[in-house]
């Protein structure tokens, strides 16, 4: 194998395989749920902001949930819409290592945020007197930073380690995306190292914060238990609908991904990609909808936005 093999190699993206012919096809549901992500986080961002009743404690963390799903759905997209609008499947490796460390980044800074929102809704529901002095706009940012610090930290070193190490001559990719155990796989030399590095950084993140996520729900649960009135437990149970579709739509295809990848060799090829859209696409999809349906405040403020913009279109075709 020549040098030039082991200083500057290029990987090969997948699409959607036996479907090469219906790429271009494909790539108008795909940008329409770019675009869905896009209008949906921002929208929801707007309306946080402008809206002074929503400057609250739940709205902060529904706010760095829609910007880590900007952040997630920016950095699947480059390669997603070279493969499926322009037919290019070729990335080259530091694009490669920058790509997947957004990605992994994005993707624990969303499960730090869920975490989070598990407590949100913890102390809301035990201490609702006490809420505003608990998490206050301090508190609030402290975590946020402590997120943005965990996620961006336990990543650094994972691409300056695939950097090091000398790629085979097989450079296929399993996804339409730079993954660390994808790249990793095709290595030519031992990646125990990054492998056990890898785990360390699942089991101390995404681990971590579902079994805490789990254990938050556990006493939610013992404390609207408690409650006497049938109505209160139904009200308060209602306030979590929206963080448990948010944290099934994040953790169920990561589980389902994660089992095929290590114990799946009966899958197909087409259901791991379908498997990975799931979990990096949909949830910047569908997050924001969730939290438009089930949150009155959010829902009656864009409401008023689509009246208030259609009343100045009649006024316009009135005069």
């Given at each position: 194998?020549?040098?030039?093999?082991?200083?500057?190699?290029?990987?090969?993206?997948?699409?959607?395989?036996?479907?090469?012919?219906?790429?271009?096809?494909?790539?108008?549901?795909?940008?329409?749920?770019?675009?869905?992500?896009?209008?949906?986080?921002?929208?929801?961002?707007?309306?946080?902001?402008s809206e002074p009743s929503l400057h609250q404690p739940m709205y902060y963390f529904l706010s760095m949930l829609a910007?880590?799903?900007?952040?997630?759905?920016?950095?699947?997209?480059?390669?997603?819409?070279?493969?499926?609008?322009?037919?290019?499947?070729?990335?080259?490796?530091?694009?490669?290592?920058?790509?997947?460390?957004?990605?992994?980044?994005?993707?624990?800074?969303?499960?730090?945020?869920?975490?989070?929102?598990?407590?949100?809704?913890?102390?809301a529901i035990s201490s609702p007197l006490r809420y505003s002095t608990i998490l206050t706009n301090l508190r609030i940012?402290?975590?946020?930073?402590?997120?943005?610090?965990?996620?961006?930290?336990?990543?650094?070193?994972?691409?300056?380690?695939?950097?090091?190490?000398?790629?085979?001559?097989?450079?296929?990719?399993?996804?339409?995306?730079?993954?660390?155990?994808?790249?990793?796989?095709?290595?030519?030399?031992?990646?125990?190292?990054?492998?056990?590095?890898?785990?360390?950084?699942?089991?101390?993140?995404?681990?971590?914060?579902?079994?805490?996520?789990?254990?938050?729900?556990?006493?939610?649960?013992?404390?609207?238990?408690?409650?006497?009135?049938?109505?209160?437990?139904?009200?308060?149970?209602?306030?979590?609908?929206?963080?448990?579709?948010?944290?099934?739509?994040?953790?169920?295809?990561?589980?389902?991904?994660?089992?095929?990848?290590?114990?799946?060799?009966?899958?197909?090829?087409?259901?791991?990609?379908?498997?990975?859209?799931?979990?990096?696409?949909?949830?910047?999809?569908?997050?924001?909808?969730?939290?438009?349906?089930?949150?009155?405040?959010?829902?009656?403020?864009?409401?008023?936005?689509?009246?208030?913009?259609?009343?100045?279109?009649?006024?316009?075709?009135?005069?």
């Amino acid at each position: 194998m020549s040098d030039s093999n082991h200083t500057s190699p290029s990987f090969f993206l997948t699409g959607l395989p036996g479907l090469e012919a219906a790429h271009i096809w494909l790539s108008i549901p795909l940008c329409a749920m770019y675009i869905a992500s896009l209008a949906g986080n921002s929208l929801i961002l707007w309306v946080v902001k402008s809206e002074p009743s929503l400057h609250q404690p739940m709205y902060y963390f529904l706010s760095m949930l829609a910007v880590t799903d900007l952040g997630l759905s920016a950095s699947t997209l480059p390669t997603m819409f070279t493969i499926y609008m322009l037919g290019l499947r070729e990335v080259a490796l530091d694009m490669c290592l920058l790509q997947l460390f957004f990605i992994h980044t994005f993707s624990i800074m969303e499960s730090s945020v869920l975490l989070t929102m598990a407590f949100d809704r913890f102390v809301a529901i035990s201490s609702p007197l006490r809420y505003s002095t608990i998490l206050t706009n301090l508190r609030i940012a402290s975590l946020g930073l402590a997120i943005i610090v965990r996620s961006v930290g336990l990543h650094i070193p994972a691409p300056i380690m695939l950097k090091k190490l000398p790629y085979c001559q097989k450079r296929l990719l399993s996804h339409s995306y730079c993954l660390h155990p994808d790249v990793m796989k095709l290595a030519c030399a031992d990646t125990r190292i990054n492998s056990a590095y890898g785990l360390f950084v699942v089991l101390s993140t995404l681990g971590i914060d579902s079994v805490l996520i789990v254990f938050s729900y556990g006493l939610i649960l013992q404390t609207v238990l408690s409650i006497a009135s049938k109505a209160e437990r139904l009200k308060a149970l209602n306030t979590c609908v929206s963080h448990i579709c948010s944290v099934l739509l994040f953790y169920t295809p990561m589980i389902g991904l994660s089992m095929i990848h290590r114990f799946g060799k009966w899958a197909s090829p087409c259901s791991r990609v379908l498997l990975s859209y799931l979990h990096f696409l949909t949830p910047p999809v569908l997050n924001p909808v969730v939290y438009t349906i089930k949150t009155k405040q959010i829902r009656l403020r864009i409401l008023r936005i689509f009246r208030s913009g259609r009343g100045g279109i009649e006024d316009t075709h009135g005069h």
